[in-house]
């Protein structure tokens, strides 16, 4: 195994020192076990608030504050670092897009002038099986960069404050208000009250408590060698997943990568981990270090490093229970909630569907002098089924002979998905898949490879619990008539 000191050496040259420091930062802070808020006295009845909602947190889900406003509600976003900054670009199909124009946030031609680049088509390329085209999925990349920068400043058109340097650190929930108590960046601290808050912090809110944790590494790069071979750099072609190897270290390791402006990809490379077992030293720094160290084998050429992105991405298994917020005055969304696909972790997509109805139901009680009952994100039931899919990804063997087998069951899965018709084969990659259609993917896969399912069991180790909420969850997506978790 590689070094620490060889591992900063060679992120160091790759990506410049700024990048190293900010791997060490997140890494120490994954290694610290999640600190809760402090309690603060609970507001009387009758306490002021200052708003009425509050948004902790400035990534992605800053589309809720503009919504909120423009429903008649006094919003607040408080962020530790710069409210409405990302460091690469989403991929997304067109018509996921349209609740920016259905929310009134934008034009139909704002939308088309956010979007950098257009697809003939993705594929899923598993080492030693096959290559399976998709079209219509993750198939559009957009400025990510614009589009929440000009969130931002539609936002702030409507009144929306903003208030950056505060970090959370305290909160006490009272029967009309939560008071929350921010540290500065300069020092000292405020206290604001408000109606509800929104937890849009990611993992690195303390009730970002999922099962399932996605290490991931990458950004924008120039300088991939254009053409059509695997390893080339197709403007044309989206890698959705992408495997050169098989489990190495305990981990299958993944790549995605996505064609943006002229010359530029966004590429990353990941692995799904149990979360409680990610919590040794320098996970995303050795990510890193073998990013740069096997990029050659997923694409060719001399690449720069023009935007890093990096990160963990939480995800819920559904086979536990899910992450809940300190009280019905705390709301959670985006990573924090991690009730996008435990499968795909099309976070973007996720955010699409829920935070035009997510905003509507929260104006919807605070108008009506009530908080909101149950999660106000999008979720499928289809969900609770994929999680296991997750979960086997996550938990491989790490016996020699059997380093193959996680490639050989999802060049199965996916020969078999192909073989359903493209409309059925986007459906799971958007989430949308049916539970009828789902169900006949499991028999299409069983029906290939017989013994999938003693692999899949075996691999992932379900107990019987997980089994019987598996097994739930599957009567509810093939059987929708019942709420989704």
């Known amino acids: 195994m590689v070094g620490v000191e060889e591992l900063e050496s060679r992120v160091r040259e790759a990506g410049g020192p700024e990048l190293l420091e900010r791997l060490k930062w997140l890494d120490a802070e994954r290694v610290r076990p999640p600190v809760e808020e402090r309690p603060l006295p609970t507001p009387d009845r009758g306490t002021r608030a200052d708003f009425d909602v509050v948004l902790v947190g400035g990534g992605l889900s800053l589309l809720f504050a503009p919504v909120l406003a423009d429903l008649g509600l006094k919003v607040g976003v408080f962020e530790r670092g710069r409210a409405g900054v990302v460091h690469r670009e989403w991929n997304i199909s067109r018509s996921e897009l349209w609740p920016l124009t259905a929310s009134g946030l934008f034009q139909p031609e704002e939308v088309e002038s956010l979007i950098v680049a257009r697809y003939e088509h993705g594929v899923c390329r598993w080492h030693g099986g096959g290559e399976y085209p998709v079209r219509g999925a993750l198939d559009h990349a957009l400025d990510a960069g614009r589009l929440l920068a000009e969130v931002r400043r539609r936002a702030e058109h409507r009144g929306v404050r903003f208030h950056e340097g505060h970090t959370l650190t305290a909160l006490g929930e009272g029967p009309e208000v939560v008071r929350l108590r921010f540290d500065l960046a300069g020092g000292g601290r405020a206290e604001v009250t408000a109606r509800l808050m929104i937890d849009a912090r990611g993992v690195s809110s303390p009730h970002a408590t999922a099962d399932l944790l996605c290490p991931t ?106 992450p809940r917020a300190p009280g019905p005055r705390v709301v959670l969304v985006g990573d924090a909630a991690a009730r996008h696909s435990p499968l795909t972790y099309c976070g973007f997509g996720a955010m699409m569907r829920s935070f035009l109805p997510g905003a509507r139901a929260i104006a919807a009680a605070l108008h009506e002098g009530r908080v909101p009952t149950g999660p106000v994100v999008h979720d499928t039931p289809l969900h609770a089924v994929t999680g296991a899919l997750a979960l086997f990804m996550a938990r491989p063997s790490r016996e020699p002979e059997r380093r193959d087998e996680v490639n050989a069951l999802l060049d199965t899965a996916f020969a078999a998905l192909h073989a359903m018709g493209n409309d059925a084969y986007a459906a799971l990659i958007k989430d949308q898949m049916t539970g009828t259609d789902f169900l006949r993917f499991l028999q299409r896969i069983a029906r290939r490879r017989p013994r999938v399912y003693r692999d899949a069991l075996t691999l992932a180790g379900f107990g019987p619990l997980a089994a019987v909420r598996w097994l739930e969850g599957l009567t509810r997506a093939v059987l929708p008539l019942s709420a989704s978790p």
């Open 217 to 322: 590494v990458g950004g924008v790069l120039t300088g991939l060698r254009e053409g059509t071979a695997p390893d080339e750099l197709n403007p044309r072609v989206g890698d959705i997943l992408v495997t050169t190897e098989g489990v190495e270290e305990g981990r299958q390791h993944i790549w995605e990568g996505f064609p943006g402006r002229a010359g530029e990809a966004t590429v990353y490379l990941f692995y799904y981990a149990p979360a409680r077992e990610v919590r040794g030293e320098h996970a995303l720094l050795r990510l890193y270090g073998r990013f740069f160290e096997r990029l050659g084998r997923y694409k060719r050429g001399e690449p720069r490093l023009l935007r890093p992105t990096f990160g963990y991405i939480p995800g819920w298994s559904r086979l536990v229970p899910p």
